[in-house]
C-alpha cells in the first residue's frame, strides 16, 4: 500500500504517496503516543467532518499533546488530500504523532508533534456481512478501566487489543469480535460501537469506558427521531440471549447488520434493515 501513485499531506504540505515517512525512532512508534481520525467522504462532503476534527484535537490533548493545525487547517488538509487524488467517495484517515527527536526516553516534549491526512478507496468494512449480518466471536480481551487509559481518546494504543482480538475472530471464520469491558459488561467491536433491539426498543451500553463514536450518536438521534426508546445501560452477557436483532456503528462500519455473536443468533429485521439504509441517505444528502 506504500508503493502507490497519489498524494498524501504530510505537516502542511502535500507529498507523493511514496515519500509519506516517518522515522525508525519516531516516539509514536516506540510508545503509542499517537491519536487518529477514520472519516468518510461521500459525494465530495466529508460526513460530520468538523466534529472529527475536534476529536482528533481532542484525543491529543488527552495524550497531553496539542494538534499543531486548527479545525480550519485540518478540514483544509483533508480536502486538500481528497483533490489531489481525485476522490469524491474515499475513507479518510488524519492522524497526529510525536515524532522523532531528541528524547528517546518516555518523555517527549522536545519531539515535534507531526500530523498527515492520508485517504483511499475503501467498500465496505465488514464485505458481503454489510448485507447477511456479521459474525461475531467474543473476544478474550476486554475494554479497559477508564482510570488505566484515557479511554475517550481515539489513540493507537486502545488498538493493540483490538487487533489482537480481530485476528483471533478472523481465525475462527468471522469478521470481527465483540468486546466486553473490564467489568464484564458487553462494551464494542473492536472499531465499531453495538446496539440490540428487543420488544421494538433498542439497547446500547453506556459508553463509559470506550469511544462514543459519531456514528453511535448519530443513529440514536434517527431512533430518536422514529419515537424509538433508546436506552443507554450496562448489558450484562447473559442479556444476549433475549435480544432479536443486532447491529455495528463506525464510520467504516456504517451501520452493519450482526447475525451471531459467539452462539446467539439474531435475525436482520426490519428496524436494523430501515436504520442502515436511513444511514446511507443520510451521509449522501
Ligand atoms: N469504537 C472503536 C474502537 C472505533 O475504532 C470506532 C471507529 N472510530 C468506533 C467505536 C466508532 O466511532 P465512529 O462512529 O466515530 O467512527
Known sequence: YDDRDGKIWMNGKLVDWRDAKVHVLTHALHYASSVFEGERCYNGTIFKSVQH????????????????????????????????????DAYVRAIA?????????????????????????????????????????????RRP????????????????????????????GCSDAMMFDYRGYVAEATGANIFFVKNGEVHTPKPDCFLNGITRQTVIGMLKERGITVTERHIMPEELESFEQ???????????????????????????RDISESYEKLVRS
Open 53 to 88: 476534527s475536534e476529536r482528533l484535537r481532542n484525543s491529543a490533548n488527552l495524550l497531553d499533546f496539542d494538534v499543531p493545525y486548527s479545525v480550519e487547517e485540518l478540514e483544509k488538509a483533508k480536502y486538500d488530500v481528497l483533490t489531489a487524488n481525485g476522490w469524491t
Open 246 to 272: 443486532c447491529w455495528l456503528t463506525g464510520t467504516a462500519a456504517e451501520v452493519t447488520p450482526v447475525g451471531q455473536i459467539g452462539d446467539y443468533k439474531f435475525e436482520v429485521g426490519a428496524l436494523t
Open 97 to 141: 504523532w510525536r515524532g522523532a527527536g531528541e528524547d528517546m526516553g518516555v518523555a517527549s516534549r522536545n519531539n515535534p508533534v507531526q500530523v498527515a491526512v492520508a485517504a483511499w478507496e475503501w467498500g465496505n468494512y465488514y464485505g458481503d456481512a454489510k448485507m447477511k449480518g456479521a459474525k461475531l466471536d467474543i473476544a478474550k480481551w
Open 145 to 172: 478501566d477508564p482510570a488505566t487509559i484515557p479511554c475517550e481518546a481515539k489513540a493507537a494504543g486502545l488498538y493493540m487489543i483490538c487487533t489482537m482480538s480481530k485476528h483471533a475472530a478472523e481465525d475462527k
